[in-house]
């Protein structure tokens, strides 16, 4: 591949990636990272395996919900008008062996199916008992009984393939009588922390600086829906480890990604582009026009690995993660890029001419609240954020602006 133009101006090389002084526009760099891999290859696991991956198949009701009429309350199945009288009780995982005949009734627990001929249930607080003679007030006909079908019918789609697995989509798989899923795998990744200047224990001091993306990528590629398979820390100096982790074929069972954090940029101790360079990468993101993060890097190495480079300050890299890694996850794992809604922003916000700022947010009752402590290096403002803001150029004070929820 033809090395790249790193200076000012702006081209396509052969391979459609668009860099320019100021880089790929951000919600452009972040649509590119999601179109650009194949989903990875699906899966058949077990319901307690499948937390975390995505769905490859849709999610069909395969009985109606519920599959028997149940009693919503604890009390006495009842039919026709009252009085009633008490013939026996059922619990949840029984059921009656014949119709329950007008003036008749049964004591019920929630959850228990109501016999055949029930018309309501009358709550237990309602109901005045004496020996087996039941009075209460009428009620009106099929009050407090969920009917088979009433939430859906067999067969209603539920859930469409590419949505992430979460707790609530295995209770709901359960519901539906599935014991395996059809999914896509959370898509591996190695993360690669480079800088001689890091240390790894204590505080920061004589000239080291207390290494914050090895504690936290860890668990932003967990929560972004990745698997870290590997966590490496190489100095600056090129002496071909790095470059070992960036050769096609170089190991059997290579990640589907590999996150190098510093070396993104052009100074003589980064060393990604050069790399990508030699090994004929296919450039896809070379730059985004954002601040921070702006010198990150997003390139294939065939049989759809990827490479994303972060910055080696730490807001900037959270700021690249949301922007190329977490849609990357997304598309190698078949989900669909959520899109980012708008919303109202307050406080002391300024836009910035030809890049879009990325700000860390608090909910307030009328949008979102800019939060202190965002410089590229200090973490404070993200980890007190419910949201990053993405303030386009041309943004005034008191027009929306797309914001991106983070976990």
């Given at each position: 591949?033809?090395?790249?133009?790193?200076?000012?101006?702006?081209k396509?090389?052969?391979?459609?990636?668009?860099?320019?002084?100021?880089?790929?526009?951000?919600?452009?760099?972040?649509?590119?990272?999601?179109?650009?891999?194949?989903p990875?290859?699906?899966?058949?696991?077990a319901?307690?395996?499948a937390?975390?991956?995505?769905?490859?198949?849709?999610?069909?009701s395969?009985?109606?919900l519920?599959?028997?009429?149940?009693?919503a309350?604890?009390?006495?199945?009842?039919?026709?008008?009252?009085?009633?009288?008490?013939?026996?009780?059922?619990?949840?995982g029984?059921?009656?062996?014949?119709?329950?005949?007008?003036?008749?009734?049964?004591?019920?627990s929630?959850?228990?199916?109501v016999?055949?001929?029930?018309s309501?249930?009358?709550?237990?607080?309602?109901?005045l008992?004496?020996?087996?003679?039941?009075?209460g007030?009428?009620?009106p006909a099929d009050?407090?009984?969920?009917r088979?079908?009433?939430?859906v019918?067999a067969g209603t789609?539920?859930l469409d393939?590419?949505l992430?697995?979460?707790?609530?989509?295995?209770g709901?798989a359960a519901?539906?009588?599935?014991?395996?899923?059809i999914?896509?795998?959370?898509p591996?990744v190695?993360?690669?922390?480079?800088?001689?200047?890091?240390?790894?224990?204590?505080?920061?001091?004589?000239?080291?600086?207390?290494?914050?993306?090895?504690?936290?990528?860890?668990?932003?590629v967990?929560?972004?829906?990745g698997?870290v398979?590997?966590?490496?820390?190489?100095?600056?100096h090129p002496?071909?480890?790095?470059?070992?982790?960036?050769?096609?074929?170089?190991?059997?069972d290579?990640?589907?990604?590999?996150?190098v954090?510093?070396s993104?940029?052009?100074g003589?101790?980064?060393?990604?582009r050069?790399?990508?360079?030699?090994?004929?990468?296919?450039?896809v993101?070379?730059?985004?026009?954002?601040?921070?993060?702006?010198?990150q890097?997003?390139?294939?190495l065939?049989?759809?690995?990827?490479?994303?480079g972060?910055p080696?300050?730490?807001?900037?890299?959270?700021?690249?993660?949301?922007?190329?890694?977490?849609?990357?996850l997304i598309?190698l794992?078949?989900?669909?890029?959520?899109?980012?809604p708008?919303?109202?922003v307050?406080?002391?916000v300024?836009?910035?001419?030809?890049?879009t700022r990325?700000l860390?947010v608090?909910?307030?009752g009328?949008?979102?609240?800019?939060?202190?402590?965002?410089?590229?290096a200090?973490?404070?403002?993200?980890?007190m954020?419910?949201a990053?803001?993405?303030?386009?150029?041309?943004?005034?004070?008191g027009?929306?602006?797309?914001?991106?929820a983070i976990?």
């Amino acid at each position: 591949m033809t090395a790249l133009t790193h200076g000012v101006g702006s081209k396509s090389d052969q391979h459609g990636c668009e860099h320019r002084g100021n880089g790929v526009p951000w919600a452009r760099a972040r649509a590119r990272a999601h179109t650009a891999a194949q989903p990875i290859d699906t899966q058949i696991v077990a319901l307690a395996d499948a937390t975390g991956t995505t769905l490859a198949q849709e999610l069909r009701s395969r009985s109606p919900l519920p599959a028997f009429d149940t009693a919503a309350m604890d009390g006495y199945a009842v039919s026709g008008p009252g009085p009633h009288r008490v013939i026996g009780r059922l619990s949840p995982g029984s059921r009656w062996p014949s119709n329950l005949r007008p003036g008749e009734a049964m004591a019920i627990s929630t959850g228990a199916v109501v016999p055949v001929g029930a018309s309501a249930v009358l709550p237990l607080e309602q109901a005045l008992i004496d020996g087996t003679r039941l009075t209460g007030p009428d009620l009106p006909a099929d009050r407090h009984i969920r009917r088979a079908g009433e939430d859906v019918a067999a067969g209603t789609l539920l859930l469409d393939r590419g949505l992430r697995v979460r707790a609530a989509t295995l209770g709901l798989a359960a519901a539906c009588g599935y014991d395996t899923l059809i999914v896509r795998p959370r898509p591996r990744v190695r993360i690669v922390i480079t800088g001689d200047e890091l240390s790894h224990a204590g505080i920061s001091a004589d000239g080291r600086i207390r290494d914050a993306l090895g504690p936290a990528l860890p668990a932003l590629v967990h929560s972004l829906g990745g698997e870290v398979v590997d966590l490496r820390h190489l100095d600056d100096h090129p002496d071909g480890r790095l470059a070992a982790f960036l050769r096609p074929g170089a190991e059997t069972d290579e990640p589907d990604v590999t996150v190098v954090t510093g070396s993104t940029s052009v100074g003589t101790g980064d060393q990604l582009r050069r790399l990508l360079d030699a090994t004929a990468a296919n450039w896809v993101v070379d730059t985004v026009a954002c601040r921070p993060g702006h010198p990150q890097i997003l390139a294939g190495l065939g049989h759809n690995r990827w490479v994303v480079g972060l910055p080696g300050n730490p807001y900037a890299a959270f700021v690249a993660a949301y922007t190329l890694l977490a849609p990357l996850l997304i598309g190698l794992g078949g989900g669909i890029l959520p899109g980012l809604p708008e919303v109202v922003v307050h406080g002391d916000v300024q836009a910035a001419p030809a890049v879009t700022r990325i700000l860390p947010v608090v909910w307030c009752g009328s949008g979102v609240h800019l939060l202190p402590g965002h410089g590229s290096a200090f973490l404070h403002g993200a980890a007190m954020a419910d949201a990053l803001v993405a303030i386009r150029p041309g943004w005034e004070p008191g027009q929306p602006a797309p914001f991106l929820a983070i976990n």
